[in-house]
């Protein structure tokens, strides 16, 4: 058997002091539903994690001068995170395995505890991130974390793997790779060991494999001519087409489950004309879900909100639109950044997205714009971002 190497990538992050914001208006941010913080740990590198963190959330803005001090006391691999302005007080204790995933669970009890007013949810622990990044020349699957502490290469197959999906219960990773055949197959892996088959000996375009929270896979095929949407158990057994294409000009693909796993949201259309559409996963009509754009793909459920999908739309550049279902309505994400944003999976809060920004990733806030490149430059060129979170499939 052949071994995959496992590549773990620490990668610095900020030191205290930078971008952090100099001044601050408590009132007048809280008036907008941003706390204004200064960090202050006794562990300096346990603080930059968590510093780096935070400054990814839209609901806070990290201030030297602040006088809300959020502080850190480290034990090992135990913290107390409190903070004792009156306006935010709180105290809590933290324990973590290692110390990447303490300065996780630092930076959500932080969020919830000076977010109380507002019922900020923890997003930080149990989102995890596979991608795909160019980093030794090839496109190989990658998994990180959302204060980019340490970032691990799962395939290395020295060919194109692309694709990636996390299985329901956030073991292993589906990817799309051509490295045993001449064909695009669906693998999964966990890093360690040769990738298990799961798709094999299809011939045409397949697509990425999306896990239900039952477990079970949808993936767009063209094995039968027209791309259509199959569902397969697991391990890809038993594979069953549940929506076919009218013709062979349209193309049904992208589909992701419903939080319930009753229905699919999937990208459908002609070519270059591509739409949002809702069908029930065991199959039947698709019901288009009108957008605004003439151009609308890759739609996510949101697995805390499950009337939400997140889209990426065509208007000049690619950019990010939030679909209520229950409301009937659509907006933008309006972000201060020019560069495309597209690809988009939601965090664990249901508030927050990763999103591929020309070739980095970032953490995208939906509901105040902001914008924080994720992935460094030394990780090369960076796309398709998922997130696995316990409650997103």
């Known amino acids: 058997m052949r071994f995959l190497a496992l590549l773990a990538v620490f990668l610095t992050a900020p030191l205290f002091g930078q971008n952090v914001v100099v001044n601050d208006d408590i009132a007048a941010l809280a008036a907008k539903g941003v706390v204004s913080v200064a960090v202050v740990s006794d562990d300096p590198a346990l603080g930059s994690l968590v510093q780096f963190a935070l400054s990814a959330h839209g609901a806070i803005q990290v201030s030297a001068n602040s006088s809300v001090k959020l502080r850190i006391g480290r034990t090992a691999n135990t913290a107390v995170v409190a903070c004792e302005n009156p306006l935010y007080a709180f105290s809590t204790n933290v324990e973590g395995r290692d110390e990447d995933q303490l300065a996780l669970k630092v930076a959500d009890a932080a969020i919830v505890g000076l ?3 507002w019922k900020l949810k923890p997003l930080y622990a149990d989102t995890k991130v596979a991608f795909v990044s160019r980093f030794t020349g090839h496109a190989e699957i990658y998994v990180t974390n959302l204060a980019r502490s340490k970032t691990m290469r799962l395939t290395n197959y020295r060919n194109t793997s692309i694709g990636p999906r996390w299985s329901a219960d956030g073991s292993r990773v589906f990817f799309i790779s051509s490295f045993r055949s001449n064909w695009p197959e ?7 060991g040769e990738a298990a088959k799961v798709i094999t000996n299809v011939r045409g375009a397949l697509g990425a494999a999306s896990s239900g929270p039952d477990g079970r896979i949808a993936f767009a095929s063209s094995n039968k001519e027209t791309m259509d949407i199959f569902v397969a158990g697991p ?14 000009q349209w193309v049904n693909t ?4 419903s939080p319930d796993g009753a229905r699919f949201a999937l990208t459908g259309g ?3 004309r591509p739409g949002i559409y809702l069908a029930n996963s ?8 009108a957008t605004g754009f003439s151009y609308s793909t890759e739609p996510r459920w949101n697995p805390v909100f499950p009337n939400q999908l997140v889209f990426t739309y065509q208007s000049g550049s690619l950019r990010l639109g939030v679909i209520d279902l229950a409301a ?3 907006r933008s994400i309006d972000t201060a950044s020019p560069a495309a944003l ?3 999976s939601w965090c664990a809060d249901g508030r927050h997205l990763v999103a591929a920004q020309g070739d980095w990733l970032a953490i995208v806030d939906s509901v105040t714009g902001k914008v924080t490149r994720l992935t460094p430059v030394s990780l090369g060129r960076c796309s398709e971002p998922d997130c696995w979170t316990p409650r997103a499939r």
């Open 115 to 117: 977010g109380r007013k």
């Open 186 to 192: 669906i693998f999964s892996t966990n890093g360690i």
């Open 235 to 248: 391990q890809g057994q038993s594979p069953i087409r549940v929506i076919k294409a009218p013709n062979k």
């Open 254 to 257: 992208d589909p992701s489950w």
């Open 270 to 272: 002609p070519t270059g």
């Open 282 to 289: 065991s199959g039947g009509a698709l019901q288009p879900v």
């Open 328 to 330: 009937g309505s659509v």
């Open 342 to 344: 597209a690809h988009a």
